[in-house]
């Protein structure tokens, strides 16, 4: 089992930037693709980015890109969501997902899940 924790969501502004953070245990961090999703109230969930499991393969969706970017930090078993110049349609409820097959745009190729964590605009 692999267990993801995600942190970093809240209040954010129109234009304004942050950060998201997802935490791993349960298996070596460093074996398995990690990715970002999102999903706002009564929609399918969206993906947002992609990371191969060295860091050196990154995607992202169309409505992301040049906005958001993917990392992460396999000595701190942690995948990181950087999200600028944000936009009213980026409010969703967020969540990260490992792969053990490999990154990949569909949900249905990650197998473990964290709760997800809230972006919320103030404008």
């Known amino acids: 089992q692999v267990q993801l924790v995600e942190s970093g969501g809240g209040l954010v502004q129109i234009g304004g930037s942050l950060r998201l953070s997802c935490t791993a245990s349960?298996?070596?961090?460093?074996?398995?693709?990690m990715g970002w999703f999102r999903q706002a109230p009564g929609k399918e969930r969206e993906f947002v980015a992609g990371?191969?499991?060295?860091?050196?393969?990154?995607f992202s969706s169309d409505s992301v890109k040049g906005r958001f970017t993917i990392s992460r930090d396999n000595a701190e078993n942690t995948v990181y969501l950087q999200m600028n110049s944000l936009k009213p349609e980026d409010t969703a409820f967020y969540y990260c997902a490992a792969s053990l097959g490999g990154l990949g745009s569909s949900p249905r190729q990650y197998n473990y899940w964290g709760q997800g964590t809230q972006v919320t605009f103030s404008s």
């Open positions: 990371i191969s499991r060295n860091g050196y393969t990154t």
């Open positions: 349960g298996r070596t961090f460093s074996s398995i693709a």
